[in-house]
């Protein structure tokens, strides 16, 4: 079954239980994927939204959730700091499992011997390496960093 085929059917699920923060939720997700397709369309050659891309947007929106629930907890609205986190808890369960940091470290080890990379010149190629095989599953703000610790 793919991504998009779980979501709809927790849409659907969501709709039937009558679950209104979710499917507010879900219904956000797949806005946001169909104006990736929109914008798709006017490619050429035309692009295909797969599983790859639609976690991608799905890392995206959490990330603007939690920027978002900071500024609201800074402000000192935690009632809407709240629903962005009700929001994350939903959009993370369709985000493959995240990658612990012994495993991060594993990954940006591979990554660095596979390619070659020496300096830190080279951290474009072990980023696109590392984004390749694990959207979804890292922070690469954090990843950049430990890069160029590890190239510098």
Do not use: N
Not at 8 to 14: D, R, S
Request: no cysteine.
């Amino acid at each position: 079954m793919t991504l998009r085929d779980t979501l709809q059917t927790a849409l659907k699920e969501a709709m039937k239980a009558k679950a209104a923060d979710r499917l507010s939720t879900l219904r956000l997700i797949s806005a946001a994927i169909k104006d990736r397709e929109i914008a798709l369309r006017g490619e050429t050659p035309p692009g295909d939204l797969d599983d790859t891309g639609i976690v991608a947007i799905l890392g995206r929106m959490v990330k603007q959730r939690q920027e978002s629930a900071r500024a609201y907890a800074d402000g000192g609205r935690a009632d809407l700091a709240d629903k962005e986190q009700a929001e994350i808890t939903v959009i993370s369960e369709f985000l493959p499992r995240a990658l612990d940091a012994a495993e991060v470290a594993a990954a940006i080890d591979a990554a660095v011997a596979e390619t070659g990379a020496a300096t830190i010149r080279d951290m474009g190629r072990v980023m696109a390496v590392l984004k390749a095989r694990h959207t979804g599953q890292m922070d690469f703000a954090a990843v950049g960093a430990q890069i160029k610790a590890r190239l510098a």
